[in-house]
């Protein structure tokens, strides 16, 4: 058990919908991470939060934004979902900003777009 | 940029064979790490080893080794004596030191162990 929690687990829905993916870091870190799995692109970073701010962006789509809370849990929300959108979606987290420890993930939350 | 090649997709072995994952990173920064995670069937991942680019020793836990050689910019797994259990997509990871940068993975080689 990593410590770091997501839900949903699993999650279908229609093309067009709005979803939101949920976040709790492990207790004391600052940084939150969301990466995206899919078959074709393997594991693709999205975007990091650090303390509530924004801190590195990767090939986050513009459908999709993310935020952290004042209390370090943070949430994706995907819009527009298209079909391509169906993967794993990981959030990991650490206890500093950079990129120097671990990265401690999480299980993992499903999504299918149908 | 930073970039990680994994080139092997998949390995198929018979159990108590030893196997090589290959890893090859790109990368300018002089300060870097380097990292190991696993992903078993039921989907987690799992960290496995870290290391920084000073440290080019190579590093044994149990059944699992690393070799890191900085001249060829590679950082090799070798799992000796494979299990059924060792079955798992394995992914080699790069992350330079500086802030607002973050884990950049390769595709991931898919390991396979029959019994």
């Known amino acids: 058990d990593s410590g770091v929690t997501q839900t949903p687990k699993h999650l279908i829905t229609a093309t067009g919908q709005r979803v939101t993916l949920r976040c709790s870091p492990r207790?004391?870190?600052?940084?939150v991470y969301w990466y995206q799995q899919s078959l074709d692109q393997g594991l693709q970073f999205l975007i990091q939060?650090?303390?509530?701010?924004?801190?590195a962006k990767g090939n986050i789509l513009e459908r999709f934004s993310a935020q952290q809370f004042p209390d370090l849990h943070s949430e994706l929300n995907l819009s527009s979902l298209e079909l391509g959108d169906s993967a794993l979606y990981f959030c990991?987290?650490?206890?500093?900003?950079?990129?120097?420890?671990?990265?401690?993930f999480g299980e993992g939350s499903r999504l299918t777009v149908l | 940029a930073q970039k990680v090649t994994q080139a092997q997709t998949e390995i198929s072995v018979v159990e108590k064979e030893d196997v090589t994952l290959d890893c090859v990173y790109e990368?300018?920064?002089?300060?870097?790490?380097l990292f190991w995670y696993k992903q078993p069937p039921s989907g987690e991942l799992v960290f496995l080893i870290r290391?920084?680019?000073?440290?080019?020793q190579n590093e044994i836990s149990g059944r699992y080794s690393w070799n890191f050689q900085k001249s060829t910019s590679s950082f090799n797994f070798t799992i000796t004596a494979s299990q059924v259990v060792d079955s798992a997509v394995y992914f080699c990871?790069?992350?330079?030191?500086?802030?607002?940068?973050?884990?950049?993975f390769g595709k991931g080689t898919t390991l396979s162990v029959s019994s």
């Open positions: 990991a987290s650490s206890p500093g900003s950079g990129g120097t420890g671990e990265l401690f």
């Open positions: 207790s004391g870190d600052l940084s």
């Open positions: 939060y650090y303390n509530g701010e924004e801190r």
């Open positions: 990368t300018r920064d002089t300060t870097y790490y």
């Open positions: 290391r920084n680019s000073f440290d080019e």
């Open positions: 990871a790069l992350s330079v030191w500086q802030a607002g940068t973050a884990l950049i």
